[in-house]
């Protein structure tokens, strides 16, 4: 069975930084996108950020942009994401994601991807 296993959460002042890290495992995804979405409490989840299977393409909500990157490793089936700057308002629980639509449909309303990880949380203090 595929399972995507997030780490990385943790409590943050603003302004501060975190790596979030996803692995997946039970099969292989070299030719799917993989990214993250995140969920406040009593809010409704959104994107964050996705990245194509080559590496080379990425995309961001306009929300994170400039402060975090997506990066991945397909040998370890690894997607990761350098969150600098943080901002109370990126408090929520972070879920890693695999699909193999394109990029831009992951900031699609409704959207529902092939995986999900548990996710991991992240609490950034004023």
């Known amino acids: 069975q595929v399972q995507l296993v997030e780490s990385g959460g943790g409590l943050v002042q603003a302004g501060g930084s975190l790596r979030l890290s996803c692995a997946a495992s039970?099969?292989?995804?070299?030719?799917?996108?993989m990214g993250w979405f995140r969920q406040a409490p009593g809010k409704e989840r959104e994107f964050v950020a996705a990245?194509?299977?080559?590496?080379?393409?990425?995309y961001y909500a306009d929300s994170v942009k400039g402060r975090f990157t997506i990066s991945r490793d397909n040998i370890k089936n690894t997607v990761l994401l350098q969150m600098n700057n943080l901002k109370p308002e990126d408090t929520g629980v972070y879920y890693c994601?695999?699909?193999?639509?394109?990029?831009?449909?992951?900031?699609?309303?409704?959207?529902?991807?092939?995986?999900w990880g548990k996710g991991t949380l992240v609490t950034v203090s004023s």
């Open positions: 990245i194509n299977w080559s590496g080379l393409s990425t």
């Open positions: 994601a695999v699909d193999s639509r394109q990029l831009s449909d992951w900031a699609r309303p409704g959207v529902v991807m092939d995986y």
């Open positions: 039970g099969r292989t995804f070299s030719s799917y996108a």
